[in-house]
């Protein structure tokens, strides 16, 4: 975890196996997502992909090794233009019979939970109080009244289904 302003933040992975994520998985994402264009940059491919460029870079290297893709050449500073291969045009037709998907690109289970229970962590306590005053202007039905309370009061006691951990254990550390 890195300090960011007051809070407390993931540290950005540097190389594929610092994200969590099968690296695996990941070159076959960046290989999907060069079988869309006819060229591409890492910096493109960072972009879309939401990954740092060093993580991007390396997926790219690893897949240039492999004969999957081919660098064209400088795209400017410190960046390259890259184009899929035949061989890699052909792997990709396969990997997008299993999914076709392009985008940013998963984090793990671990280091979606850990970022949860930080955003957690962070809530402000909610009393019963201050459910009835935020919901004081609505026109609900009695039992949808009763649900809302009922869920403010369950919040609020910690019994609900994210379990909330007491206010001292809240302390803002890596």
């Excluded at 999957?68 to 035949?86: C, S």
């Excluded at 076709?100 to 955003?119: F, I, K, M, N, W």
């Excluded at 009922?150 to 994210?162: L, M």
Aim: hydrophobic share 35%; net charge positive; aromatic share 6%.
């Amino acid at each position: 975890m890195i300090a960011t302003l007051d809070i407390f933040a993931p540290q950005s992975p540097t190389t594929p196996e610092d994200t969590g994520v099968s690296p695996e998985i990941l070159s076959d994402l960046v290989l999907r997502f060069a079988f869309r264009y006819t060229s591409f940059t890492s910096e493109k491919a960072s972009k879309e992909l939401h990954l740092p460029i060093p993580v991007t870079t390396d997926l790219i290297q690893r897949l240039k090794k492999d004969k999957l893709v081919e660098n064209l050449g400088a795209a400017g500073p410190m960046d390259y233009r890259y184009a899929i291969t035949d061989a890699g045009r052909e792997r990709a037709r396969r990997l997008y019979e299993i999914s076709g998907y392009v985008g940013p690109a998963p984090v793990s289970l671990d280091e979606y939970c850990r970022t949860l229970e930080l955003q957690l962590a962070s809530l402000p306590d909610i009393s019963p109080e201050e459910v009835s005053l935020a919901i004081r202007d609505l026109v609900l039905s009695p039992e949808r009244e009763r649900l809302l309370r009922h869920g403010g009061r369950t919040i609020h006691d910690g019994r609900g289904a994210v379990k909330r951990r007491p206010r001292a254990a809240r302390a803002r550390t890596p």
